[in-house]
């Protein structure tokens, strides 16, 4: 770090300590966000603030876990001064919190930064997560096109209604992240006359942009192939139903003629000339067997069998 320049970071911090620890008077809504409980879902919402003599942010990430088919949200909130970068990491329940490990690692490797680049390294860990786990979500897609075909329908439609909700969720923490970030890019968060983000940073940051804009593009590719995907089993389900009715025409068919012939001779006249004959009842069944061979013949030309 460069001279009086301090990185704090604080794991799920009590209020004492945070306070304690703090650079600087924080107001109250920047405390209570601190203090919040970890999201389980997207709640809070990713932002920064400039208060005057501090920045103040929260940034969100969504997790994927594929094996268990779920994502779960890590959160990381800031506090920003010349002098004092605070970090507050949050261990949502049952999971790991969001790992800081290649944030210090590109610190250690500059020698001496500061605090606007701490918080660079930050936002750019945060943009190569989204990058990452629109990958995981890319390959959870593949994963649900390649099992349409196979998987039953109950286990495909919790498959794209899980998709589509955990999309949503990504996008209303990528979309305001992306937004937070802007707004350095265009130079309209700094703290009082200090320079928390020269031309030079702010260029930097404008690389973690591209970075979540181009996850925010891949979202809304994922977005559409996962609606594709729906519209296909739809449509493969209709599918499906008419091949049932076919068949059930095919059964219908089969069995409305031999009934017909056999509701003919049931009318029992006194001068139907079938009923003397010796070889009337033969002469039912060739004709029963002749008109269903001819339907089988037809609705195999068809193809419906």
């Known amino acids: 770090m460069a001279r009086g ?9 009590a209020r004492d300590e945070l306070v304690a620890e703090s650079p600087v008077d924080l107001h109250w809504s920047a405390l209570e966000q601190l203090l919040a409980p970890p999201p389980q879902r997207a709640t809070a919402r990713p932002t920064f ?7 103040f942010g929260v940034l969100l990430v969504p997790v994927a876990v594929p094996m268990e088919d779920r994502v779960f949200y890590q959160e990381v909130d800031f506090v920003l001064t010349p002098e004092v970068a605070l970090t507050v990491r949050k261990t949502p329940s049952g999971e790991e919190p969001f790992s ?30 989204y990058l990452r786990l629109l990958d995981t979500v890319n390959d959870e897609i593949d994963e649900l096109e390649a ?12 498959r794209l209604s899980d998709l589509r909700e955990d999309v949503l969720q990504i996008r209303r923490t990528l979309g305001p992240t992306r937004d937070a970030v802007r707004r350095i890019v265009d130079g309209r968060i700094d703290v009082g006359e200090d ?29 559409d192939l996962i609606s594709s995907a729906r519209d296909y ?13 076919k068949k059930l025409a095919v059964i219908a068919s089969l069995l409305l ?17 079938e009923l003397q004959w010796r070889l009337g009842y033969a002469f039912s069944w060739a004709i029963i067997v ?6 089988l013949a037809f609705f195999r030309w068809k193809r419906w069998i």
């Open 233 to 245: 089993h739809q449509s493969k389900i209709a599918q499906d139903q008419n091949e049932v009715v």
């Open 147 to 158: 099992g349409i075909e196979t998987w039953p329908n109950e286990q495909i439609r919790r």
């Open 100 to 129: 800081i490990n290649e944030v210090q690692e590109a610190c250690d490797a500059h020698g001496s930064p500061s605090t606007g680049l701490v918080l660079y390294y930050l936002v750019d860990d945060v943009a190569e997560r």
């Open 290 to 295: 002749v008109t269903t061979i001819g339907q």
């Open 49 to 55: 603030e400039g208060h005057g003599d501090y920045v």
């Open 195 to 223: 320079e928390l983000f020269d031309r030079t940073l702010e260029l930097s940051f404008s690389d973690a942009y591209d970075k979540l804009l181009h996850a925010a593009e891949s979202l809304d590719v994922a977005r």
């Open 5 to 13: 320049v301090r990185w704090i970071d604080l794991l799920d911090p």
């Open 257 to 273: 003629v031999p009934t017909f012939i056999v509701g003919v001779y049931g009318q029992n006249f006194a001068h139907m000339p």
